[in-house]
């Protein structure tokens, strides 16, 4: 069965600091990959999605980049992390190729990161 | 740019009572539609999903239906349990093999006692 992982649970990173999140999927190839940040009021934001190795869109502007160096890794990172940075971070997975669709689970998420800056 | 819109931030629903969540779009390309919850400091899950092709689907207590003409969709959740107190979350998807999930802001349900 297919299983995401992302770690850590939770973060606390002065401002100006550097920061490397990472998820891993296990269990399937060639997924579509996806980081969202959840902020308060602005609901499930995407940041950036991955169709393939070294396949980066970014969806908005910001103090963030993503790389994916393998087929199921996919990393998030700062080299200096802002105020409004603090956030809920998720990692998800979708089967590549549009076979998500109509799939009993189109989409799994992984468990977030709390992200506070201080 | 927002495509996917749920303008009601939250909603309180009696337990036992009908809860209606209604979610808005504005990309008429898509044509997947689909619906997830979310409790505090976990990653949402999947309800229920919603084909162009269909004006309604059902599983269980969860009921989705879709207006393609007003580009609206709704989830029904008949009857309410306190356990669906949660973040729910309608998304949407257009026809292209490598096209994104586009997730609305989230409406924040409330079952009271």
């Known amino acids: 069965s297919q299983t995401i992982h992302q770690w850590p649970a939770t973060l606390v990173q002065p401002v100006g600091s550097p920061l490397s999140l990472e998820c891993t999927v296990e269990g399937t190839s060639n997924p579509n990959l996806y980081w969202y940040r959840q902020a308060a009021g602005r609901g499930l934001q995407l940041l950036f999605y991955s169709v393939g190795i070294g396949q980066i869109s970014s969806e908005v502007p910001q103090n963030l980049s993503a790389s994916r160096p393998q087929d199921r890794q996919f990393i998030l990172s700062s080299k200096k992390l802002l105020l409004s940075d603090s956030g809920f971070y998720l990692c998800a997975w979708s089967p590549g190729g549009g076979g998500w669709r109509n799939s009993n689970q189109p989409q799994h998420f992984g468990d977030g990161t709390r992200l506070s800056i201080l | 740019d927002q495509q996917v819109k749920q303008n009601s931030p939250s909603l309180s629903v009696q337990e036992g009572r009908i809860s209606i969540l209604n979610c808005d779009y504005t990309?008429?390309?898509?044509?997947?539609f689909l619906w997830y919850k979310k409790y505090p400091a976990e990653g949402p899950t999947f309800l229920i999903s919603i084909s162009s092709i269909k004006d309604k689907n059902e599983d269980g207590r969860f009921t989705v239906f879709l207006n393609k003409s007003a580009k609206h969709l709704s989830l029904h959740i008949v009857p309410s349990q306190p356990g669906d107190s949660a973040v729910y979350f309608c998304?949407?998807?257009?026809?292209?093999?490598?096209?994104?999930?586009?997730f609305g802001k989230g409406t924040r349900l409330h079952i009271l006692p």
């Open positions: 998304a949407a998807s257009g026809p292209n093999r490598d096209d994104k999930i586009i």
């Open positions: 990309n008429s390309m898509f044509d997947y």
